[in-house]
């Protein structure tokens, strides 16, 4: 016990927790984001978005808008007829598909996003190689047909199981879908098919929900799962500061029950990893409303840039919808391969990047998205040349090793809801670098949590953690 104490003693002598000392108080926080908020709803009430059609690009480019159930009836039927004057004259069946391959994208720096160039191809139905996707394509333009007629919504899992013989996999039909999308000149939403609900919100926002009204402060740590119609939702209300854009669940999970938009007021969303398409449209939908500032909070590895990346300038695989999926000027708040040593964050949080982790930091570099940030640039180098990544948790459960590091002998932790194992050495330092969140034990007298389902050679030698 003695030897304890006098570790404790020493440990606490301010080198061995940097980074709390790195830290502003809450005031000084507080009023650096009423500050910047202030700014970033000035610069919004002024400023134009530019336009597609605004440029004087030197080529022609295909963008989609939101159509009426009515004139997306119209639009199809007005193709299908095309078709059957083609059939009829001797020339054929076959669908003007535009192309979405990466040769036909283009990023345009004036908007900050990527858009689609306006070159198709043919999917002829005479055609061994293309029959059977051709034959989707009717198949889809069908049903979609039938859901403008009917009035009602499907998910994307729906449409797939109508006919599942004939797609055999739910990629291909939702390749295809997107296909008719452009095709057909609309946004995905305005087909009436939709995904299963995917992204959270919760903090300072009120909003209605098809006519009902959410607080979302009152969701609890789950939050509010966001509608994967847009359509249903308006009417925002919000006195945050900001918008806290978080990668992962977990992550997610640690701010909800700790009640973080309380203490900063703010809305915090996620989709749980790669961003589905009702969370990008509800993200921008807030951002253009409520004129806040949006700060992103992801992993520090080339996967958590690119997720940054999607909400901020668009996907390859829907470019041609970028305008109404895509945010403007997020801001990176973390984790940046900076972080880990400006908070000498240790060894022990750290993880190696694999060779495929650093080809993709390296292609990353390329991306003209990429390129017209210098700080990305920056910050994307050191990542590939200390071959090092974190992932968001590094940080938050450094922070807690700090708090409790010169508080428990032995240290008491528990694992939270979703998270891994941790294990401490003697020293108090994580054994492990796949570890989750965890927190002290609210009432600071049980000495230890034993569990049945680590492995004994795992165990730390004074104490164990595990599933409490």
């Not at 980074?19 to 809450?26: G, H, P, T, V």
């Not at 995917?198 to 740590?221: A, E, H, P, Q, Y």
């Not at 998205?369 to 071959?387: D, I, Q």
């Not at 002998?409 to 969140?437: T, W």
Request: net charge positive.
């Amino acid at each position: 016990m003695a030897d304890n104490k006098k570790r404790r003693r020493k440990d606490s002598g301010g080198d061995e927790l940097p980074f709390k000392d790195k830290l502003k108080a809450d005031t000084a926080i507080l009023e650096i984001l009423k500050q910047f908020s202030a700014s970033s709803s000035s610069s919004s009430s002024v400023s134009q978005t530019l336009t597609l059609q605004e440029l004087s690009l030197p080529f022609q480019c295909r963008e989609v808008a939101d159509l009426s159930l009515s004139s997306v009836q119209s639009n199809i039927e007005s193709l299908i007829l095309r078709i059957a004057h083609s059939i009829l004259s001797g020339q054929g069946f076959s669908f003007d598909v535009p192309s979405r391959s990466s040769a036909n994208q283009l990023y345009v720096p004036e908007l900050d996003r990527i858009v689609l160039k306006d070159k198709s191809s043919l999917r002829p139905f005479a055609n061994i190689s293309t029959v059977r996707k051709s034959a989707i394509t009717a198949r889809i333009l069908q049903l979609i047909h039938q859901l403008c007629l009917k009035g009602i919504h499907v998910t994307k899992r729906d449409l797939f199981y109508t006919d599942v013989k004939l797609f055999q996999d739910q990629i291909q039909s939702d390749a295809v879908l997107d296909d008719v999308s452009c095709m057909l000149g609309c946004t995905r939403s305005s087909l009436n098919v939709v995904a299963a609900e995917k992204g959270v919100v919760v903090g300072r926002l009120i909003f209605s929900d098809n006519g009902d009204m959410i607080d979302c402060t009152k969701m609890g740590m789950g939050g509010k799962a966001i509608p994967p119609n847009i359509d249903r939702v308006g009417d925002m209300q919000s006195d945050a500061l900001f918008i806290l854009l978080v990668e992962k669940d977990a992550a997610y999970m640690r701010l909800a029950e700790d009640r973080f938009y309380n203490r900063f007021p703010c809305i915090i969303v996620t989709a749980k990893g790669q961003p589905d398409v009702s969370t990008r449209l509800f993200l921008r939908k807030m951002k253009t409303e409520l004129k806040l500032p949006v700060l992103a909070l992801v992993d520090s590895d080339p996967y958590g840039l690119k997720i940054l990346s999607v909400y901020g300038c668009g996907s390859k695989n829907m470019s041609y919808d970028s305008a109404n999926l895509t945010t403007p000027d997020i801001k990176w708040l973390g984790v940046r391969p900076s972080d880990l040593d400006k908070y000498k964050i240790p060894e022990q949080c750290r993880l190696p990047m694999t060779e495929q982790d650093i080809k993709t930091g390296k292609d990353l570099l390329e991306e003209d998205f990429v390129k017209k940030n210098p700080g990305w640039v920056e910050e994307l180098s050191l990542m590939v040349k200390t071959k090092q990544k974190a992932e968001i948790q590094a940080l938050s459960t450094f922070v807690l090793l700090e708090e409790i590091y010169p508080k428990a002998s032995p240290p008491v932790i528990r694992q939270d809801l979703k998270c891994s194992n941790i294990f401490l050495d003697e020293g108090y330092h994580p054994m492990l670098a796949e570890f989750g969140l965890a927190k002290l034990d609210p009432a600071r007298k049980n000495t230890r949590v034993s569990s049945t389902r680590v492995m004994a050679l795992l165990w730390a030698p004074m104490f164990r953690a595990g599933v409490a």
